[in-house]
């Protein structure tokens, strides 16, 4: 019988500070863009007939960081949706047309002859 070999280890994470002062920030909206070298995430919050968007995080990753980044966001949604439940995506329709657009009106019903 051949042993097999050990697996190793994975790498311990530096602990994070986190400031008391850190302003939390919500976001609903990010535009992407790269370069050779980089990504861009241009996180803004857009509110319904509001004024258009302002950047108030900008987040610039090697693309390695940034693969890296999708993968973990992908594992810990799995985790999340495993606990939750399955988070559903609007199906046609954009993300933008889902949250921000207005809502039908309502129909009349049918009259009656």
Known sequence: MTAQ???PKAPKLPQM???DDLEIEYVNLVRISHSPSELVLDFAHLLPGGKPPQVSSRIVMTPV????FV???GENLKKFEATH?????????SLAD?????SDP????PKRS
């Open 17 to 19: 500070v986190i400031p």
């Open 85 to 93: 439940g399955e988070i559903k995506i609007p199906g046609n329709k």
């Open 98 to 102: 889902y949250l921000f657009k207005p």
């Open 106 to 109: 309502p129909q009349e019903p």
């Open 5 to 7: 070999p050990a697996k």
């Open 65 to 68: 960081a940034a693969k890296l």
């Open 71 to 73: 993968l973990a966001l």
